[in-house]
């Protein structure tokens, strides 16, 4: 079993079709309120303004002709490698010419006294020879094609829209020139001649336009390689794939929300399940079928402080409508915006690009397990409540005690609602978690009987009407003989079956009629549709490792951990081939799944 993964870094020659790059093929960069995605060209295609959910400012991942972009690249053929600057999310981008080789850094700086709203920092040094490079800035604002208004100013060129405006500067890049609705600029790079470009986000009605000096920029710059690898440094986990773990965690880390501790299901929206498809969803919202993932992840990595603030803000974002769960929030805790499609071309004309999310309304019976579990992980680490979390925890199960006998949406966010045996699952978790909570004092228990006993109705229901004799396995949904790999959650929850062979029978089942090799599809009928699921493929090593089958849980995972970008990244989903990647990115699920299957083999082998 391979105990950690290194990826060797390797010359590469960017290729975009029709304008656009292979999804694998970008990096991330984050500051803990956005996330910028870098192409393996260079050009930074996403960044949203001024948070993860905010209207792009450079878009062209979704519309390469009329998006913005932020584009940074030799003049002269070139081939590309990359990698973070160890233990941090700031990028080392380097260029191979005939003539010489130069390295880009490229951050989003972490906020200190006196910065921007928002600050991009790319730093360009001469390694040896000479680099010729052109630049080219062309920001849009509030998802519109109209040109922004430029203008120079003596410390630097401003793009400015409707009260939002970006400025960009440039140090030893070139004189700025403006071209139309870009500012732009060339420069050739030696050794020992370092140069700087910064775009940085403002709001004209906060006052005087700021101009940051050069050195407060790479000053940032330098304190933000420090600030993550303290981060990466204070975690815990020593298990076996170590740098896949710890590079998922810095990709956690980026995605959680300074402000509020909210975590972003992704940096993205608009990236299609196939291409060309229509299955194109935003994800920059935080999921409540994640908290419960989220919790392990950052408690096996030893972060307990940031699992309890994730949990005091899902327990406050479901306060408004307690004891009914929305299936997801805006980051500040407020219900999700109704969906509406944007007037963009969509990646690879994937279309539509969608901005918010029409599920935000379903019912999604599995949310009452997840925020019950998660509630019971933290507990389960010497942590408590205060009154008004306890009392609501055990309103949640009392809601759950009416609630399981409807059906929902699934945790697929389907539009057809069924008896989801993922769903009834989750019920029975969320009672059987209140029960052991009430147990050990942390919520009020007077209502352990009625969960006692709604929890036997549930188990009784999944155990008759779930089970499929044709299959073999549980069901899709009750009275179905379609699978699920939404039950794998069930399975590594501990759901407590009749029989447990029952769940060696469902993984088994899954794997022959949902694989593609280490992958899997979410549910019968999707191989024809999108790709694989690769959180569900993480899933199936976590719950091979919670049935003590570690040996194929271990081969499974050091196959899935080898499908990582080059930099260690992952979407939401990957084609059958094991290459091309799809959905948005990168996907917080993955991550986390990769997390909790690691820890969870780690755990099974001790």
Not at 493 to 515: C, I, N
Not at 518 to 533: K, Q, S
């Amino acid at each position: 079993m391979t105990s950690d993964t290194s990826t060797a870094v390797q010359r590469r020659r960017p290729q975009r079709t029709d304008g656009y790059l292979p999804i694998r093929d970008y990096a991330a960069i984050g500051d803990r309120h956005t996330v910028a995605l870098v192409g393996l060209d260079g050009s930074v295609d996403w960044l949203c303004l001024p948070g993860f959910d905010g209207p792009f400012v450079l878009g062209a991942l979704v519309d390469s002709d009329r998006g913005g972009r932020f584009a940074l690249a030799p003049t002269d053929d070139y081939e590309v490698s990359r990698r973070y600057v160890p233990e941090t999310n700031v990028l080392e981008t380097t260029f191979h010419t005939a003539s010489g080789c130069a390295r880009v850094t490229d951050a989003l700086t972490i906020p200190l006294d006196g910065r921007p709203v928002r600050e991009l920092a790319r730093r360009i040094e001469g390694l040896h020879g000479q680099v010729r490079l052109a630049w080219r800035v062309a920001p849009r604002f509030a998802h519109t094609h109209r040109p922004a208004l430029i203008e120079s100013h003596p410390d630097g060129v401003v793009a400015a829209r409707d009260g939002d405006a970006v400025v960009v500067q440039a140090w030893a890049a070139g004189e700025p020139w403006i071209d139309g609705d870009a500012v732009c600029g060339r420069v050739t790079i030696e050794s020992g001649t370092p140069a700087l470009l910064a775009l940085s986000a403002i709001s004209i009605a906060d006052g005087p336009l700021p101009f940051p000096a050069r050195g407060e920029i790479e000053a940032r710059l330098d304190a933000t390689i420090v600030w993550w690898r303290e981060r990466w440094r204070a975690a815990t986990y020593d298990g076996p794939w170590r740098e896949a773990v710890l590079r998922s965690g810095l990709v956690l880390e980026m995605l959680v929300d300074a402000d509020t501790h909210a975590i972003a299901a992704a940096a993205t929206t608009g990236l299609p399940e196939t291409i060309g498809g229509s299955r194109n969803w935003d994800y920059r919202f935080c999921w409540l079928r994640d908290s419960s993932f989220a919790v392990d992840a950052l408690m096996q990595l030893g972060d307990d402080q940031e699992a309890g603030r994730f949990l005091a803000w899902a327990m406050e974002a479901s306060r408004e409508h307690h004891p009914r769960l929305h299936p997801f929030y805006r980051l500040d805790g407020s219900p999700a915006i109704s969906q509406q499609s944007l007037d963009l071309a969509g990646y690879r004309g994937s279309r539509p690009v969608l901005e918010g999310n029409g599920a935000v309304d379903q019912r999604q019976l599995g949310n009452y397990g997840d925020l019950l579990q998660s509630a019971t992980l933290y507990a389960d680490r010497g942590h408590g409540f205060d009154d008004d979390v306890a009392q609501r925890l055990a309103g949640i199960a009392d809601y759950v005690c009416e609630a399981w006998t409807e059906r929902d949406s699934g945790i697929w966010e389907l539009g057809t609602r069924l008896h989801y045996t993922a769903s009834k699952m989750q019920c029975w978790i969320a009672l059987d978690r209140a029960m052991k909570l009430a147990a050990a004092g942390k919520i009020p228990g007077e209502n352990s009987p009625r969960w006692r006993e709604s929890a036997r109705r549930i188990h009784d229901f999944v155990e008759e009407r779930c089970w499929s004799k044709t299959l073999g396995a549980y069901a899709r949904s009750a009275d179905s003989d379609e699978l699920d790999a939404g039950v794998l959650v069930g399975i590594f929850m501990d759901y407590e079956p009749s029989d447990r062979q029952r769940l060696h029978a469902t993984v088994d089942r899954l794997r022959e009629q949902l694989g593609a090799g280490p992958l899997l599809y979410r549910y019968t009928g999707m191989p024809n549709t999108e790709g694989t699921f690769l959180a569900c493929a993480f899933w199936t090593a976590h719950a091979l490792a919670r049935l003590q089958r570690v040996p194929e849980a271990s081969t499974l995972m050091d196959e899935l951990v080898g499908l990582a970008n080059d930099v260690g990244l992952y979407s939401e989903e990957m084609g059958a081939d094991g290459h091309e990647m799809l959905g948005n990115f990168p996907q917080a699920l993955t991550h986390l799944a990769l997390i909790n299957a690691a820890a969870a083999i780690d755990h099974a082998r001790r």
